[in-house]
T-cell receptor, first 115, second 114 residues
């Protein structure tokens, strides 16, 4: 049973370009969460999705960021018109349920560098 | 609002010595508490979690943590450090009333000296 798969592992974008980060949850998991980790900081919650629905996007910046989890295919975190401050590690996690005590399994992250 | 404070961004211990990583939380409702470990260039792995059963929780790799409500603490310990324990450790809290907006601390990097 493969774990949470994120790709690419490393992504370099010039300022103003778009970044698309992909996350394939573990088999059987229908809940996906995205977190951002800035250098020397903990993980900051961004968004929680179930299949085809955004459940909680309270941690998402209001502009340029969007997320989706379609019926088929991976979850996508999209950052439009990237800026240097978007440089960070973005982690995806998945779980089989939504209970607050449910363990989430993390991917290895995508490290975005904006030059 | 919930929050987590990890005291000490860096902790250094000798191999074989006690490991103590401190975590204090703030929550308006009884929380669930977690410790995760992150090895370089890896995702986070769950070490242990507290969900209101026993206050002393045992996890993987010989780690354990004790929930102390009076101190709002959930410190992580291991009796004897091993070189392979060198990593970053994150304390996290989530609310019991559903959802998964887990709040993570800033992390503590553990160094183990030979």
């Amino acid at each position: 049973n493969a774990g949470v798969m994120q790709n690419p592992r490393h992504l370099v974008r010039r300022r103003g370009q778009e970044a698309r980060l992909r996350c394939s949850p573990m088999k059987g998991h229908s809940h996906v969460y995205w977190y951002r980790q800035l250098p020397e900081e903990g993980l900051k919650f961004m968004v929680y999705l179930q299949k085809e629905n955004i459940i909680d996007e309270s941690g998402m910046p209001k502009e340029r960021f969007s997320a989706e989890f379609p019926k088929e295919g991976p979850s996508i975190l999209r950052i439009q018109q990237v800026v240097r401050g978007d440089s960070a590690a973005y982690f995806c996690a998945s779980s089989p349920g939504a209970g607050a005590d449910t363990e989430a399994f993390f991917g290895q992250g995508t490290r975005l560098t904006v030059v | 609002a919930q929050s987590v404070t990890q005291l000490g961004s860096h902790v250094s211990v000798s191999e074989g010595a006690l490991v103590l990583l401190r975590c204090n939380y703030s929550s308006s409702v009884p929380p669930y508490l977690f410790w995760y470990v992150q090895y370089p260039n890896q995702g986070l792995q769950l070490l242990l979690k507290y969900t209101s059963a026993a206050t002393l929780v045992k996890g993987i790799n010989g780690f354990e943590a004790e929930f102390k409500k009076s101190e709002t603490s959930f410190h992580l310990t291991k009796p004897s450090a091993h070189m392979s324990d060198a990593a970053e450790y994150f304390c996290a809290v989530s609310k019991r009333d559903g959802g998964f907006k887990t709040i993570f601390g800033a992390g503590t990097r553990l160094f183990v000296k030979a």
